[in-house]
């Protein structure tokens, strides 16, 4: 919010971390609320009525309780892409983690790549952020971080808030080559 830029929280309605008052008051401050399922299960594990009631359950969620909005976009649990004709029945889009830089015209807005930052991801530091747009820069395409947990906050493959900030900070000052937005906003 300091920064002014928009994001995008895929969250799961059934192990809700930050709750819904606090995803509506993000909502309520431009940031989009999106699906990362009910129960944050594999996909290639699921059957197609198992896969259906994630995606919809976690949506019709979403939607009831994040009024200022509607829920248009998915991030994969894991990752891990099921049955894609399935999703395009409840989302506009779907995130995946294979660290691409996105072309200007996705060519399945199912799989839209992601960099995963922090620990675990290929985007530690703020070398590897300004690298990575950079790269989206000249291919004019979309550059999606994939960001768990900041700190020692529990996320998986935390990043550093100084790494984060400084970041934000490079984008910030760079407006008029990037255009930062959320996921759904973008697609």
Partial sequence: DRAGFKLTLFSCTGVMFAGWPKLQEAAAHGHEVASHTVTHANFSGLSEAQQIAELKNSRDAIDANVTAQKCVTLAYPYCAVGDASLVAR??????????????????????????????????KTLEDFT??????????????????????????????STTLQASLDYLGAHQDRYWVQTFGNVV
């Fill in 131 to 160: 690298n990575t747009v950079g790269r989206a820069e000249r291919a004019n395409g979309w550059c999606v971080y994939l960001l768990h947990g900041v700190d020692g906050d529990g996320g998986y493959s935390p990043l550093p």
């Fill in 90 to 123: 409840y989302y506009i889009a779907a995130r995946i983690c294979s660290g691409q830089v996105v072309p200007p015209t996705p060519p399945d807005l199912m799989r839209i790549s992601s960099f995963v930052c922090g620990s675990q991801g290929s985007v």
